[in-house]
């Protein structure tokens, strides 16, 4: 095997058994008031990053947004309050970078029924919190969000929190894995088709 | 049976027939009614809903005693309850005295049931085990079996697969799966052991008639149209070595050697299978690109060798509809319920599968690896697929709003001579992309709205 043809864009080589098991335990028990940063500076960083992916959600710049992404990331949407362990559960959504990829691609072909035309979104992030990881080059991220999602002559609310897991990579924050709970994750969902 | 009581649901004074069927359903189309008319979804409810078996849930969902998990017949809620010895029942989730429901739970374990108004509680048994200040009634509500639950007289399961019917005149359960049952054994058994677990689902709702979801259900003439972005996506990259997914029907579909298989009481079966390289792995080799395939299958094919390929078809959809009438889907390894809402809402929920190492044949590491590339493969059609299928439905319902365009057409291979081959146990072939099913299933639903079912209730004595 060569370098090349583990580019995550294109193999899934790195959705292994380890990389599951680490995603887990990294979104058990973080919420937690030890592991709570309160610089201001530091929250306002991580503020600002959420800030930003949801405009370019609103703003349909998938491609751009993607870039916020580490090439190696998790994109997971869990069916269940609890969000379980998606080795043995299905999720609403559960992408590596290549799903994530094939997520926009798919958008983009003008064949996507379920957007044809486009949900228009509304999003608010808020109740942004920082939390402290075992090594300084990550951190958990815990923000709520709104969507007004305005599609085929409604406008519906999908509510929820979001935890970001992030990581130090050239320098910069990128997004490793981003789970997204919605409140009514174990129902039935009209058209979920827009990116969350 | 004396603790049956039959029902007769008193009739409105006029007590007309709803409609004239033959004039609705024609042999090669249907009237909008079907999809638009509230009191047609009204009757349904009893007629279909209450006439003929209904998929309830999976033995899978309650495994240990007193497991439960609520559930719906037609519009009745249900709680779906194992007892302590293991006895499966369809309790009505009604309490006796005022109407409440007892359960508003999803699932859970409970031996009994409290009325959250009142303090009636029952066994899960469906037996009326106490009553706040008993005293207050003249005689004992105990020892009267009409306070204990009403629940489906008939309830049974056919390889796991739980179903219950009011219609008392119904057939047996395995006469009435009939032909379909040989299909079904043949999705089960392609697992290890022939034993699945149903885990978590992709759920849906759509603003449309619940029959919208049985139409497509083996619809193979809309693949390449209605999946057009999905097919797109999944063979993005050009150099792969196979079409992914449901590439065949780019070309000539009608003389591949798939087919449309309709197989008696609304059931059909949409078969896919002879398109695949017969051989281990020709599932696997076609599969669309999910997170972790390329790290399990080289982890499995260095260890295994040549067995890794039937392990690896093990977390690929297998290429079969088979459509369990009214309310019940396999495909892939998905298990498919239609629930009706409304006239015009319908919940559809595609419930995963994964194996278990039930003869330890496989090893728990290769059950580990299948079962998370599984849940991946089953998450990939409904999220790129069902999504465009669904806003096509809620579309077709709002297209039917034309009231005086009034007829829907499923005449796709009538007409044409030889074209539909009568087998010998009976059941109907036609090419993949026929209407032949729609024909057929739609001429059944007009036989049971036509036909009073005799509906009864049953309860503990």
Redesign the interface.
Known sequence: MNVQNHDPA????????AW?GELVADYTDWQTEDRAIHDVAERDLFRRLLEQEARLLDRLLFEDWLKLFAPECGYWVP??PDA?D???????????R??LE??V???R??????Q?PSSRTSRIVANVEVFRCKTDDQRMVRSNFLISEFW?GDTRTLAGWAGHRFRKLDGGWKISAKQVNLINC????????IIL | MTDLERVRTPSRVTNAPLYDWDELVQEDRVHRLLYTDPAVFDAEMTHIFGGTWVYLAHESQIPNPNDFITAKLGLRPLIITRDNDGVIRALYNRCTHRGTTLCRWDKGNSRSFQCPYHGWNFLNTGKLRGVPWPDGYASSLVRDPKFNLAQVPRVSSYRGFIFGTLNMDAAPLPEHLGPIRKPMDEWIDRNPGGRITVCEANRFKYKGNWKLAYDNSGDGYHVLYSHHSLLETENRFKDEETSKGMSYYKTQPDELPMYIQYMGNGHHFKDKRPNLQARPGGLWAIESLHPGMEHVAERLRAKYGERAEAMLDLAGSEPVNINVFPNLSLLGNHIQVFQPVAYDETDAVWYGTRIEDVDGSLGDDVVADINALRMRTQEGFPNFGEVDDIANFEQIQRGLQCTEDEWIYMHRGYGIPGRTVTLDDGTLKAPATDELFMREYIREWKHLMKTQPNIAIRREP
């Not at chain 1, 294109?10 to 292994?16: E, G, H, K």
């Not at chain 1, 998606?86 to 590596?96: G, L, Q, S, W, Y």
């Not at chain 1, 072909?109 to 379920?114: E, K, V």
């Not at chain 1, 174990?186 to 088709?193: E, G, L, T």
Request: proline content about 4%.
């Open positions: 294109r193999f899934s080589y790195y959705v292994t058994d599951y069916s269940t379980g998606p080795r043995r559960e299905i999720a609403v959504m559960f992408d590596d290549r799903r094939d997520r691609y798919r958008l072909t003008g064949y996507a029924w379920s044809a085929d174990d129902q039935c969902i009209r058209n979920p088709s």
